[in-house]
C-alpha cells in the first residue's frame, strides 16, 4: 500500500528551486532516513506532505488524499514531531483534551507513552506548554504522536533536546510499535537510527540524489 506518492514535484521561494521535480513513494512499511545538507528540500518536501506548502508543480498523494485539497483526511494519517516545538498556550490538560476530541486518541494512551519517555504528565497538567523545558515539550509531542497510531510517523531532528537517556528511551518505543506504519526521520544522525530503518534517501538541491534500501 502506497502512503506517499510524489511525482514531480516542485516549489519555488522568491525564485528558487527548493524543490526539483522530486519523484519517490513510501509504502506501508518503509522506515526511512532522509539526510542532506540544509536548504537541501528535506522538511520542504514533508511539510508538503502535511499540507503547509502549496506546491508549484507536480503531484503529493498521502494515502491517496491532496495534503493541500484534503488536509483534514491527511492529518488523520500523519503524526510530525517539528524539531522546534510550537508556542502553544494551551495548559497540558487543554491540549490533551484538544487531541482527543480533533483526533480521538485517549488521554490514558498519551499519559502511557509519556511515562515510557519518564514525563510525568499528570504532575504537570496544569502547567501551560510553553513553560515547559525543551527536553519536556519534545518527550509530549513525541508521546501524542505514538499514541495516535498514525500511518505515517514523521520525525524532523526529533531527538535534538533530548538528553542521551531520553534519546534511548525514544529509540526503544519506536522498536516496540505493535502497528504497521511507516516513518521518516529527517537526521543528522544516522547511526543513532539505523538499526530502525530500512531505506535511505539523501537530498541536495532540492532533488533526491541517492535513494537505497538497507
Do not use: C, W
Amino acid at each position: 500500500m502506497k502512503i506517499v506518492e510524489a511525482r514531480e514535484v516542485t516549489k519555488k521561494f522568491m525564485g528558487a528551486r527548493v524543490l526539483d521535480s522530486v519523484t519517490l513513494d513510501i509504502e506501508l512499511g518503509e522506515h526511512i532516513a532522509m539526510m542532506g545538507p540544509n536548504g537541501a528540500g528535506k522538511t520542504t518536501l514533508v511539510r508538503a506532505m502535511l499540507g503547509f506548502y502549496h506546491i508549484d508543480g507536480g503531484r503529493i498523494r498521502v494515502v491517496g488524499s491532496d495534503p493541500a485539497k484534503e488536509r483534514v483526511n491527511v492529518l488523520k494519517n500523519i503524526s510530525f514531531i517539528p524539531q522546534l516545538p510550537p508556542p502553544v498556550k494551551l495548559s497540558i490538560s487543554e491540549l490533551l483534551t484538544f487531541v482527543e476530541r480533533s483526533t480521538g486518541t485517549e488521554k490514558e494512551s498519551v499519559f502511557k507513552q509519556a511515562d515510557a519517555m519518564e514525563l510525568d504528565l499528570k504532575r504537570h497538567e496544569e502547567k501551560p506548554f510553553f513553560k515547559l523545558s525543551g527536553g519536556m515539550k519534545q518527550k509530549l509531542l513525541i508521546a501524542v504522536a505514538l499514541a495516535k497510531r498514525s500511518r505515517l510517523l514523521v520525525f524532523d531532528e526529533p531527538t535534538a533536546n533530548l538528553d542521551p537517556k531520553a534519546r534511548e528511551h525514544f529509540y526503544s518505543l519506536l522498536g516496540s510499535l505493535d502497528y504497521e506504519h511507516s516513518s521518516i526521520f529527517i537526521t543528522h544522525r544516522l547511526e543513532e537510527i539505523e538499526g530502525l530503518v530500512n531505506r535511505k534517501i539523501y537530498m541536495d538541491l532540492g532533488k533526491v540524489v541517492e535513494d537505497e534500501k538497507v
